[in-house]
């Protein structure tokens, strides 16, 4: 058996043992040779509470490297979920064949230090290595116990979970880039069944946050109750033209769709609509749209971008005009402008693309929260979640229907509950009529905030 | 992968506090893909990934860990794991159970080329091909995309239950996406070809037809009009997807959700659930379907389980720790996306029988409604019964005619109404790929129809 070059069950260490493997590993390349050398590792508890006990707890360690070689601006990776020495080894020569077939491309490179300085985001609670696992355990038993009583017309918990988990992440390149990173991160969360037989309705309701103590299960359970009671006696709702008002939640989820549309690399590939329009009017003027990843409030908070490049905050839209789009290296090098610290990748192994991390708007002038936003509207649809984002949104068209539950709105509050309905625009169509942003913004988890957006005249499917 | 006296000892160690039930579940996945992008063979990726999960079952409650060290020492540790997280959590230890020895293993040989055995230059032709064809289709095709995937996963099982059964899954796949360009705007064209065999898929899939097909699908929806809005009837072509039934029912006949009582379709076996034209079947052993194995994930063959016949609820789809809850046997269905999850309920190739109908003589029949050539994905709430499913080709009926094309939108039902409004059900039958993504796992599934119609559908569309 060949050694390992890393423990790979230490929870808390430095990521500085990391850098300092991958280092060893970007000393391997040839003459003429980048070489880029991602390691990461992480480690995991996952508690799942039904019925009073512990259905499953999983607790599990991983670790990875993922390996770029550029040679004559051609590209190859290769990836694997071990840090031992004779994997790693043949991980690297199997990036270095990969590039031999790719067609030569003068953009293809790695990136370079740009001298932009990274912040430094303090997204490691050290404590969570103190807790017991009896204490998750506790948790997640709590967290099932009180969403069972926290009113009589919830029948069922379908799920109840506790979990946290660490990752560290060092990056080194031949090219000079050298970053390391380390986030804790915990989460509590819920889903409910409120009434019975073919009249029920589901909720769910979460917490996030860097780690175990700034859990908030009243508040989890508190969301998925009120979601699934509301719902109760819902039907289908009229077919009609209506301005729609969404939940903090579903703006998340609306933003990151839109994220795809500002991708450098789509908008040269041609598969943005916002392609070749910078500078013009894509929205209302109430839009100014940010990706902030140095907010240390985002969920999406990070210091460097998965390149190694400072990551900083990029305006994209402002007041209705967009300014620009987020980029790496190489769809930089492609348009012709420098990276925007924008790249990101789903661990060691994917390879990078531009990509958000921390979009947010600017709250809309009038400082609405959802309360202030459903007055101000008076008649029309609140939409509390979507389903079918990824089979009814085309960022690249912009074509927009998704499944819909909430409630009407009438004289300006919640009333009567609908289900089976859609929802469609188009994308561009939204971002010209969007009539409040809300100042009630949540870092929710995932690239975007949450926070109530309005959106007059979309097209409601019911009965 | 991992020898036989070891598999034993760890499983020994793994109920030496206690719990009911251990298991072993190793992997080693090597997986290789290339994509053509903007004229250019952008990234040839190669991946590795091996280890093994153990999990202990202690009553109600199961302890798992997982571990990327294949050695009998890194397999002891984590079966330490599992069952010191299994005692802790629950109950007192129950009887413990040492494995004698393991039964005769169960499974198949490995069969056909893929990662490691194909040449890398063999895939980069299959893409250009691709891409020339796709661009030749029409001059408004500006972007083209083009995909090669394959994997090599082998799987071995060993339990406390003496059952010792190994797998070796090769698969392949195919993808091109295009995008086209008109007076109004982008469209985009997707199409797919996957299966459960080695290279040799190419030998009857033309990487030229797809690349066309997904062209076609784009140049069409530049000339498209916005899909309606409210309640039609509507025409499925065959194999346009099959994912209707997928997300109508199949997720809400996982005994998970079943034995929570998170489903619709609790206490309906043996009552009228769909219209009689309804048999759908799930079965892992299909040929070379996407959703094929020979083995699941917790070492049960794979077993065509009938689940709906003529109209009649008949059984639910069950993995090893639901149906022991039910004191009844896996159906074959508990699958995992890697050695690093524990496993659950899934559907494998999940497909209506064909009828009797005439494809032609269902859209004849049609006055109005949409007829949709290709599905895109969906999603399913089965507590509520409430799913949705995207249309990527679809076109207007308009007087029992193909008339114009529509832009892509979602349609919503609810399963139990959705399944009674099926009112004809052609002979056409064909597959597609898909992947299932469930609590954070996804898995390669087949879906499969022929063409059919159903009395009504809500149609999301922003045409009013």
């Not at chain 1, 009180?146 to 992440?169: F, L, M, N």
């Not at chain 1, 910078?278 to 990706?291: N, Q």
């Not at chain 2, 095709?141 to 995909?147: C, I």
Request: glycine letters at 14%; hydrophobic letters at 40%; one cysteine or more.
């Amino acid at each position: 058996m060949s050694r390992t070059l890393v423990e790979t069950s230490t929870p808390g260490s430095d990521p500085g043992e990391l850098l300092a493997l991958a280092e060893r590993v970007v000393a391997r390349s040839g003459t003429g040779e980048g070489v880029e050398v991602y390691v990461a590792r992480g480690s995991d508890t996952d508690i799942r509470a039904y019925d009073g006990e512990v259905e499953s707890l999983t607790s599990a360690s991983s670790a990875g490297i993922g390996i770029r070689v550029v040679a004559d601006s051609r590209l190859g990776f290769a990836w694997a979920g071990s840090l031992d020495e004779r994997v790693i080894a043949e991980t690297l020569e199997e990036a270095r064949d990969n590039a031999r077939f790719a067609t030569p491309d003068e953009h293809v490179q790695l990136a370079r230090p740009d001298g932009v300085p990274a912040v430094p985001v303090d997204l490691w609670d050290g404590r969570l290595a103190e807790v017991d696992t009896a204490d998750k355990v506790t948790a997640a038993l709590a967290l099932e116990r009180s969403a069972r009583g926290a009113d009589p017309r919830i029948r069922q918990v379908a799920s109840a979970d506790y979990g946290d988990g660490t990752v560290e992440v060092a990056l080194a390149s031949t090219t000079g880039i050298r970053a390391v990173s380390r986030r804790t991160s915990g989460y509590l969360s819920v889903s409910v069944i409120a009434g019975d037989g073919e009249a029920s309705q589901t909720g769910g309701g979460f917490s996030v946050g860097r780690g175990f103590h700034d859990l908030d299960a009243g508040a989890a359970v508190d969301d998925a109750v009120t979601r699934a009671v509301r719902l109760l006696g819902a039907t289908k709702g009229p077919s009609g033209r209506s301005t729609v008002v969404f939940d903090r939640r579903v703006a998340t989820t609306l933003l990151s769709v839109l994220s795809s549309a500002l991708s450098g690399e789509a908008v040269a590939k041609g598969r943005s609509f916002f392609a070749g329009r910078i500078g013009e009017t894509v929205g209302d003027p109430v839009l100014t749209l940010v990706d902030d990843p140095t907010d240390p409030r985002a969920y999406g908070a990070s210091a460097y971008d998965a390149e190694g490049l400072a990551c900083r905050r990029n305006a994209l839209i402002e007041h209705g005009v967009l300014r620009q789009f987020v980029y790496d290296t190489v769809a930089a090098s492609r348009a012709g402008v420098s990276s925007t610290g924008s790249a990101v990748r789903g661990g060691f192994s994917g390879t990078p693309g531009p990509g958000c991390r921390a979009l947010a708007l600017s709250p809309g002038p009038q400082g609405f929260d959802e309360a202030g936003i459903l007055a101000a509207v008076g008649e029309g649809l609140f939409v509390q979640s979507v389903t079918g984002i990824h089979s009814g949104v085309n960022p690249v068209s912009g074509d927009f229907s998704v499944g819909a539950e909430g409630l009407m709105i009438r004289d300006g509050v919640l009333a009567e509950p609908v289900r089976e309905i859609t929802v469609a625009s188009t994308l561009q169509r939204i971002l010209h009529d969007v009539a409040f942003v809300g100042a009630d913004v949540e870092w929710l988890p995932g690239i975007a905030a949450g926070q109530t957006l309005a959106v007059g005249e979309m097209q409601i499917s019911g009965v | 992968m991992i020898e036989t006296p070891v598999l034993e000892r760890v499983l020994g160690e793994a109920l030496r506090h206690g719990g009911d039930f251990a298991e072993v579940f190793a992997e080693d996945r090597v997986n290789s893909s290339a994509v053509l992008d903007d004229g250019r063979i952008e990234e040839l990726s190669s991946g590795r990934d091996r280890g093994a999960g153990i999990r202990v079952v202690s009553g109600e409650t199961t302890g798992f860990a997982h571990t990327a060290d294949l050695s009998e020492q890194g397999l002891l540790r984590a079966a330490a794991a599992a069952s010191a997280v299994a005692r802790g959590s629950g109950p007192g230890p129950g009887t413990a159970v040492t494995p004698d020895r393991l039964g005769d293993p169960v499974g198949r040989p490995a069969s056909g080329d893929g990662p490691g055995t194909v040449a890398k230059a063999d895939t980069l032709e299959l893409l250009r091909r691709a891409d020339e064809a796709a661009r030749a289709t029409g001059g408004a095709v500006t972007q083209v995309q083009a995909g090669y995937g394959g994997s090599r996963r082998r799987v071995l099982v060993a339990n406390s239950e003496g059952v010792l059964a190994g797998d070796e899954q090769v698969r392949t796949r195919f993808s091109v996406s295009c995008v086209a360009e008109g007076d109004a705007g982008l469209q985009t064209g997707f199409e797919t070809a996957a299966r459960t065999v080695g290279f040799e898929m190419f030998e009857d899939v033309s990487v030229e037809e797809l690349a066309e097909l997904a062209a076609r699908r784009a140049l069409a929806k530049l000339s498209a009009r916005p899909a309606p809005s409210g309640e039609l009837p509507l025409v499925l072509a065959g194999g346009s997807g099959g994912i209707l039934f997928h997300e109508a029912c199949g997720h809400g006949l996982e005994a998970d959700h079943i034995v929570k009582d998170a489903s619709v379709y609790v206490g309906q076996v043996g009552r009228q659930v769909a219209s009689p034209l309804v048999t759908l079947v799930d079965d892992g052993g299909v040929g070379t379907e996407w959703g094929t194995f020979a083995v699941d994930d917790e070492g049960r063959p794979a077993q065509r389980n009938v689940l709906i016949d003529k109209g009649i609820l008949t059984d639910y789809l069950w993995d090893y720790l639901r149906a022991r809850k039910e004191g009844r046997r896996s159906s074959g269905n508990g699958r995992r996306q890697s050695y690093q999850c524990l496993p659950m309920v899934r559907m494998t190739n999940t497909f209506l029988l064909p009828g009797e109908d005439d494809a032609d003589e269902i859209i004849a029949q049609t006055p109005r409604g949409v007829y949709v050539a290709r599905l895109g994905g969906g999603q399913v709430n089965t507590t509520t019964g409430d799913f949705v499913f995207g249309t990527t080709e679809a076109y207007l009926i308009e007087d029992g005619h193909l008339t114009e094309p529509l832009r892509d939108a979602n349609l919503i039902g609810n399963g139990p109404e959705i399944l009674t409004r099926v009112d004809a059900v052609a002979g056409d039958f064909a597959m597609t790929p898909g992947t299932c993504g469930k609590d954070g796992q996804s898995v390669p599934v087949g879906c499969g129809q022929a063409t059919l119609r159903l009395t009504g559908v809500t149609i999301g569309g922003t045409a009013q």
